[in-house]
């Protein structure tokens, strides 16, 4: 393990490293652009609720946070779908007991800084803006965002945690060799708070991913314990049903009219927050290598940042920080160390990027669908039926540890046999049939 370690980035990947390392002896240093989150508050209009899930809690209750994290969490057992007309369908996750976990960012953020900073030899320096990075000597140069004093900060090894723009991946991009790409979905996404009912209730069942898909764009929602909820809207940029077609009250009030009635009186304030929060936008980012000369490594977001529709990006993130942990702790040599690391991550969250735009499709698109819920009961059907040979791909990504690749591989042949064997029954029935 080495001794100095420098981690850009104290998000929730950076922060769950710093707990990871600094429990295993290293002094670690973390550097955060922002100001301290618990004191300065998060960033408004951007904190996209987290679906915290089997992965997660596996990594977290390593460093015994699991059941921390899981009292401020809100059960969400399954999408309840909104349609245009008002009425409500109830699309479970998985068998009874199978659930997902919304999770307020925020709070999860400070959980993990909170144990960072009681880790033995974890310092945490808030307002640091990473400049740029020296992979040779594993340094950055970092700027006081209060001062705009600078320096050089040095150590053994040097970890980028700093998300899909990441500073300490920037000079990595110039390198020889390295294969870098981002794809920007042409939907954003704004944030939109749902309030608490006056007696601090909520508006609508907390134990549901709402989800009120339009074809091309939707919008959803999930509970935070204070009875409020997260709410999403999900639009193209451009077009007729985009953000740019909205331009005034009036514009918003008919859209909203038109494609969320049932939503408008649970956001009485909608104009002021629609118009005061920032618009988002969604990017996948592919990266290699993940690491220099056994000094530099990625981690999370700036490795594979990928759009959030599966409720898994900061799942994926602290299975790296599990994963990379492992790595130095069990191989001495650390440029075979990182190359390992990456070797058993990469395959998996290249999946993850690929599933994750495919769940967006169908959430926006065929969740409303007939012949959608049909396949969702036939797959229930098989899994109950043969639960050791059928497993439902969201089952094997949320509720178990399968890694990625294998279960989206899994999945895709397990369908194989199952149209092979219906194919194969047609065949028989139909011989019968002529036979008889």
């Known amino acids: 393990m080495p001794e100095r370690i420098t981690i850009v980035g104290a998000g929730l990947g950076g922060s769950l490293m710093a707990v990871l390392l600094g429990r295993e002896g290293a002094r670690v240093e973390v550097l955060e652009r922002r100001l301290d989150p618990r004191q300065a508050g998060a960033e408004a209009g951007r904190s996209i609720n987290l679906a915290l899930s089997e992965r997660g809690l596996h990594a977290l209750g390593q460093v015994g946070l699991a059941d921390r994290v899981l009292e401020q969490a809100v059960q969400l057992r399954g999408r309840m779908v909104h349609g245009v007309e008002g009425r409500l369908r109830f699309q479970a996750y998985g068998r009874q007991g199978q659930c997902i976990n919304s999770v307020s960012r925020a709070d999860l953020n400070t959980t993990l800084l909170d144990a960072a900073e009681q880790a033995s030899g974890v310092r945490i320096r808030f307002g640091q803006r990473c400049l740029d990075a020296d992979l040779e000597n594993a340094t950055v140069s970092v700027e006081d965002v209060r001062t705009g004093a600078r320096e050089q900060v040095a150590a053994d090894l040097l970890i980028g945690a700093d998300g899909a723009f ?15 790409s981002q794809q920007y979905l042409a939907h954003g996404y704004k944030e939109l708070t749902i309030p608490a009912l006056a007696g ?22 999930m509970a935070n314990r204070d009875g409020s909820f997260t709410g999403t809207l999900y639009l193209p940029f451009d077009g007729a049903n985009g953000f740019d077609a909205i331009r005034t009250e009036d514009d918003l009030r008919r859209f909203f009219r038109a494609q969320f009635a049932d939503a408008m009186p649970l956001l009485p304030n909608l104009g002021e927050q629609y118009f005061a929060n920032p618009t988002g936008s969604l990017v996948t980012v592919r990266t290699a290598p993940w690491h220099v000369a056994g000094r530099v490594v990625l981690l999370g977001d700036a490795a594979h940042a990928v759009v959030p529709f599966y409720g898994q990006g900061a799942n994926a993130s602290f299975e790296d920080c599990l994963v990379l942990a492992e790595c130095l702790r069990g191989e001495p040599d650390r440029t075979r160390a990182l190359a390992d690391y990456q070797a058993r991550r990469q395959p998996n969250t290249d999946a993850l990027a690929d599933l994750a735009v495919e769940n967006f499709l169908e959430m926006r698109d065929k969740v409303a669908s007939p012949v959608f819920r049909l396949k969702k009961r036939f797959e229930k059907l098989l899994h109950a039926l043969f639960p050791r040979w059928f497993v439902p791909l969201y089952t094997m990504v949320s509720f178990t540890r399968i890694p990625y690749a294998v279960a989206r591989a899994r999945a895709a042949r397990q369908w194989r046999w199952v149209w092979r064997v219906l194919g194969a029954a047609v065949g028989i029935v139909a011989l019968l049939l002529i036979l008889s």
């Open 166 to 180: 990441s500073a300490v991946r920037r000079p990595m991009q110039r390198g020889d060799r390295c294969d870098y």
């Open 200 to 221: 601090g209730g909520h508006q609508l069942d907390p134990n549901a991913l709402h989800i009120w898909p339009r074809g091309g764009f939707m919008m959803m929602a």
